[in-house]
């Protein structure tokens, strides 16, 4: 059974707008709504655990939920720090998934093929991100702005989510990270801490975070490309 955790329980304060990013439309309908309608119609998602902020839920309910007709949705609520989020999530999938999926509200453009790909990937690989090769030359710097390395940028991807992994390893990976303090910045982070091999999928460089407002106009090109 394969379940996922769409977190969209942050604050958004990058996009520097007084509405929460998820709720933001691109032509008439909220990114967060794209986001649960690529799942939802998804024939090999069995379960679906959306993270939102609590003081958003009677809103999320009403403009969301009720709205698109998303049925047996279920509602989780966000913590501090994304990790956090996506672990009051998991606890609430259905004890028969044996496979999850990990997923950013604010990533609306995540294909059909990207997670039919990694549910395929996992059932070998146990863990699997998806991404996409870098474009540009990568720097290091340090807290001069002195750049001090060029990693080698045949090696170097941007990692997207879904991440997806065997259920009772990435529950182990977050009960781990959470006994020792670990917060990482993707969910694979935690995984690889624990010593399991991470397989990266490639992904599409469509799949964006819509992170700053820029990525509104980007999101609406991108639209009418998978119209
Ligand atoms: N405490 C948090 C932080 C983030 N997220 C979710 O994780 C995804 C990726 O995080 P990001 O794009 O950084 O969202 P924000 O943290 O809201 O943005 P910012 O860093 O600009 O505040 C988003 O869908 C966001 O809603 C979450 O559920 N809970
Ligand atoms: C998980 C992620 O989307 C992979 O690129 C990214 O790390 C999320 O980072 P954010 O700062 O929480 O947006």
Not at 91 to 115: E, M, Q, W
Not at 170 to 176: A, G, H, P, V
């Amino acid at each position: 059974m394969n379940g996922v955790v769409i977190v969209a329980a942050g604050t958004g304060s990058r996009m520097k707008m007084e509405i929460n990013k998820q709720f933001i439309k691109l032509n008439e309908k909220e990114i967060i709504a794209y986001t649960i309608e690529k799942f939802y119609k998804h024939k090999n998602i069995q379960d679906i655990v959306v993270v939102i902020k609590e003081e958003e839920a009677e809103f999320f309910k009403e403009n969301i939920l009720k709205k698109y007709k998303f049925e047996n949705i279920k509602i989780a609520y966000g913590g501090n720090e994304r990790q956090d989020s996506v672990y009051n999530g998991l606890k609430l999938l259905d004890n028969k998934c044996d496979t999850v999926l990990i997923h950013d509200g604010a990533r609306p453009f995540v294909s059909g093929y990207t997670i039919d790909k990694s549910i395929e990937e996992v059932k070998k690989h146990k863990a699997v991100v998806v991404g996409v090769r870098v474009k540009d030359t990568i720097k290091v710097i340090n807290d001069k702005n002195d750049i001090i390395d060029t990693p080698d940028r045949s090696k170097l991807w941007a990692v997207q989510t879904p991440q997806t992994f065997d259920y009772n390893i990435l529950l182990k990976s977050y009960e781990d990270a959470f006994e020792n303090g670990f917060y990482g910045t993707d969910d694979a982070m935690l995984v690889e801490r624990i010593g399991y091999k991470v397989k990266m999928v490639e992904g599409s460089y469509n799949n964006i975070k819509i992170t700053t407002q820029e990525d509104i106009n980007i999101g609406t090109q991108i639209l009418k490309i998978q119209d």
